[in-house]
């Protein structure tokens, strides 16, 4: 065998090599774990795109290492479904959830039959008790210390930037309730769990069923909607049956003017603002303080720049940022991209640099327990129903922080195992956006500096094709320089 054919043989074995370690851990499960969906063996493939899926109505898992956990991430919510191990019936859910782990305790065999055809997006086995940050194991809350009612999937961290973290950092229960669902994209509603979860938050959001359309004023919002089968009526009883469940002391929600003008925000507020006061006056729940996003009267500006010792020192704004870093789909936006990291040389990186549509900005609109005294008066005056709660013995503090992180190190250390079900449908992974209009704004160039990695951190793709084409240009210069050797060689 000549030179040349021994350094292409060394490239393609270096280059195999190379994307083996590359793809390692988000490839390969549990060793010897074996997924079937409707009977038919998966094998080990796994492409960890939310963009494939398999449609089946059972899933089994199989593995002799034993498995103490199973996390699914669907592409639409599953319907009813009994669960077994071993086959032992495991107790059920009261919830589906979009991104579902299931615990089991070192059971070899895992099934799920569905009522109906569930469409499965990926699966992971888990061979340790323990697993990385990024497995979301969601719950539901029975009571909500605040309610914030943004309208779409990534308003939360945009308008409601540095909210959320901060409420969940000082250890209150926070219900995140969404006006619109994204579930005619197969990306955002992934993207909504994966920005709440990096927000700490543990309590699954209620997103209802009401469709994201664009409209650019109120007028237009209850038009559109109501050619869609909603009146105002619908939209009222959606927050009244909320604030009776989950009988929230504060409610946040968004500008009257919609922020930057989208009427689906307006009809949201004037939604939650009426709600409120209906709820009061029929007894269902008298919410004790409602706040208007840029609300002038009894305006407030609430600090979100503090360092969090339960985020390791970061700000609730920066976290916040991190968390609109799982919104991908949403970068193309440039206007919405700056507005919350700055541009090239000028970045942002305090909720107080922002000064149109502050997310610092909120007004009392309602209280029945008096005015704010305090400078983050989220919950001033709310001692007495705060007693209700007993402490949660789970709230992270920095030592729990510090040891969470050691959790992290120590998952990433032993992999495991990911299986991916046959892919039936394939979708393109660039799908428009709905609540913007199409043509508004051009795409972001520098949006790949700056955006934050997803909650799951998957961009095995994006490393191998990088590694294929430095791996290809490294191969094109080595033949180019055995060929000038030979040349030369051949000369003397």
């Known amino acids: ?102 615990e089991l305790g070192g059971e070899k065999s895992f099934k799920i039959e569905y009522s109906e055809k569930a469409c499965i997006a990926d699966v992971w086995a888990f061979e340790t008790k323990k697993t990385p940050d990024w497995v979301q194991k969601w719950q ?39 006006l619109t669902n994204h579930f005619n994209t197969h990306d955002r509603p992934h993207e909504l769990l994966d920005g709440l979860w990096t927000c700490g938050l543990k309590y699954y959001p209620v997103i209802s069923e009401f469709p994201d359309l664009y409209c650019t004023s109120l007028e237009e919002a209850e038009g559109v909607f109501g050619i869609a089968g909603y009146d105002g009526d619908d939209f009222s009883k959606f927050y009244l049956d909320l604030f009776e469940k989950y009988r929230p002391l504060v409610v946040a929600c968004h500008d009257v003017n919609g922020e930057y003008g989208h009427g689906a925000h307006m009809l949201n507020a004037k939604t939650v603002m009426s709600a409120v006061e209906k709820a009061a006056e029929d007894g269902i729940w008298d919410v004790p303080k409602t706040y208007v996003h840029l609300w002038q009267e009894n305006s407030t500006f609430f600090n979100w720049d503090e360092p969090l010792e339960y985020f390791g020192g970061k700000s609730a704004f920066e976290v916040s940022q991190e968390a609109f870093g799982c919104h991908k789909s ?45 400078e983050n008066g989220l919950f001033d005056n709310l001692e007495e129903y705060l007693k209700r709660k007993s402490p949660d013995p789970e709230h992270k503090t920095a030592a729990l922080f510090a040891a969470n992180k050691a959790k992290q190190a120590l998952c990433e250390k032993h992999k495991p195992a990911q299986i991916y079900l046959p892919v039936i449908h394939k979708l393109e992974e660039s799908l428009p956006p709905t609540d913007e209009p199409s043509n508004s704004i051009e795409s972001a160039e520098e949006s790949e500096e700056i955006s934050r990695e997803t909650a799951d951190g998957k961009n095995g793709k994006a490393a191998f094709i990088a590694a294929a084409v ?21 000369k003397k």
């Open 1 to 102: 065998m000549n030179r040349l054919k021994i350094i292409r043989l060394l490239l393609f074995l270096l280059f195999a090599a190379a994307a083996v370690s590359l793809c390692k851990g988000t490839v390969f499960a549990a060793e010897g774990a074996v997924i079937t969906a409707d009977g038919v063996n998966a094998g080990e493939l796994t492409d960890g795109s939310i963009y494939t899926y398999k449609s089946a109505d059972t899933l089994e898992v199989r593995s002799d290492a034993g498995m103490y956990g199973v996390y699914i991430k669907y592409d639409r919510l599953p319907p009813a479904f009994k669960a077994e191990a071993d086959g032992k019936l495991l107790p059920q859910s009261e919830t589906s959830y979009l991104h579902q782990f299931i």
């Open 140 to 178: 539901d809350l029975e009571q909500a210390d605040i309610m914030v009612c943004p309208t779409h999937s990534d308003d939360d961290q945009l308008y409601f930037a540095g909210m959320i973290p901060w409420c969940v950092a000082e250890g209150y229960d926070v219900q995140v309730v969404y």
């Open 330 to 374: 949403q970068h193309q936006f440039e206007s919405l991209y700056n507005w919350l990291y700055g541009r090239e040389g000028t970045p942002i990186t305090k909720a107080s640099q922002i000064g149109i549509y502050s997310p610092c900005r909120y007004g009392l609109y309602r209280s029945t327990v008096g005015e704010d005294r305090t």
């Open 470 to 490: 430095l791996l290809a240009a490294l191969s094109a210069a080595f033949v180019a320089f055995a060929r000038k050797r030979k040349k030369d060689e051949g």
